[in-house]
């Protein structure tokens, strides 16, 4: 649904809409640099939650981030999102792009009354990246593609953290990311510690140091995985903003991980990416691009069931896929990007 952009002139002044999460906030992140590359006369707002604004802000790429509170009440954020809309109204926005959809984006947007407007398709069985480039194309601002990597306002940022950890600053760095949040969402931890053995035994991955990022919801995955694998851990789980767990996963070689954010994180940096799916739905989330492999449920008869609990009691979805089938497909992902590099 929309109205798109009829002016002679590209608009002035522009606003995007997303709120949560903070996995999907990121996905739209390269749409808009792609955007803001095809139109630089026009400025670019964005609108998303408290706890999603530290990327948003740390990147390059918009004018202002306006961030609004209500936590994970729909209402919070209606009643935050009426608080914000005089400062949005004062902006005189030509265009706004809603890329949530909801009862607090929808009512910014009719509070501002923009000359041209679209809003993100929710529903589709369809990536999430393809209906964003569609939204904005609905918009009337032609077709953007992807760019990446996204540029930092501090790229160094979370460097010392590295540094502290023991990274040598040049030794290939692996994040090993099991933080699905359900159970169903989760690569076994002994399928991702035989993958780092088998990876750190082969050439020219010998030297690789394997990386933990993430919350601190995750430090008892981490103690197991460093009982494991030993000095060649970085642990910084707990340890990061995002912002700073967002430039630090950049300087990876590959990322192996369960759907989450910083998948999300990754693939949107052109990091080489595998991503397990059990729950999932992947044709939702899946990463894009030829620097991703994604494996995936939906060839089962339960496949992406979107369930916390697997209704068969073993999570076979994600078992199935063996340390020796990632390595593989590992390996294959990373000497296709290094050939294409070299190009």
């Given at each position: 649904?929309?109205r ?35 139109h ?30 209500g ?69 009337g ?28 600053g ?70 990061t ?16 991980t ?11 940096s ?7 799916f ?53 390996r294959?992902?990373?000497?296709s990007?290094?050939?294409a590099?070299?190009?």
């Amino acid at each position: 649904m929309g109205r798109p952009w009829r002016g002679r002139q590209p608009p002035r002044r522009m606003l995007a809409i997303r709120l949560h999460a903070l996995g999907d906030v990121v996905i739209t992140l390269p749409y808009l640099k792609a955007l803001s590359e095809d139109h630089p006369e026009t400025a670019i707002d964005f609108v998303t939650l408290a706890e999603n604004a530290d990327i948003p802000r740390a990147v390059a790429l918009f004018d202002r981030v306006f961030a609004i509170g209500g936590g994970r009440s729909p209402r919070g954020h209606l009643v935050a999102a009426t608080a914000l809309a005089p400062r949005l109204m004062a902006r005189r926005y030509d265009v706004v792009v809603d890329l949530q959809r909801n009862r607090a984006s929808r009512w910014m947007r009719r509070m501002i009354a923009p000359k041209a407007w679209s809003e993100f398709d929710r529903y589709s069985a369809r990536s999430a990246g393809e209906r964003t480039q569609e939204t904005i194309t609905f918009a009337g601002l032609g077709g953007p593609t992807t760019t990446a990597p996204l540029p930092m306002h501090d790229p160094a940022a979370g460097l010392q953290l590295l540094y502290q950890a023991g990274w040598n600053g040049r030794d290939p760095l692996v994040v090993l990311n099991p933080a699905g949040c359900w159970n169903t969402k989760n690569w076994p931890l002994a399928a991702y510690i035989d993958f780092a053995r088998l990876w750190r035994q082969s050439t020219p991955w010998s030297a690789t140091r394997f990386l933990l990022l993430g919350t601190a919801s995750l430090a008892a995955s981490a103690a197991e995985i460093r009982a494991e694998l030993g000095a060649t851990v970085l642990d910084l789980v707990g340890r990061t903003s995002p912002a700073e767990a967002y430039a630090i996963v950049r300087r990876a070689a590959l990322i192996v991980t369960d759907d989450s954010g910083l998948m999300h994180m990754a693939w949107v940096s052109g990091v080489p990416t595998v991503a397990l799916f059990g729950a999932s739905r992947a044709y939702w989330s899946a990463p894009q691009g030829a620097h991703t492999r994604t494996l995936d449920s939906s060839d089962m008869p339960c496949g992406q069931c979107m369930q916390p609990v697997c209704a068969l009691g073993d999570v076979r979805c994600l078992k199935r896929h063996t340390p020796a089938r990632v390595y593989e497909l590992a390996r294959e992902l990373t000497d296709s990007v290094a050939m294409a590099s070299a190009l």
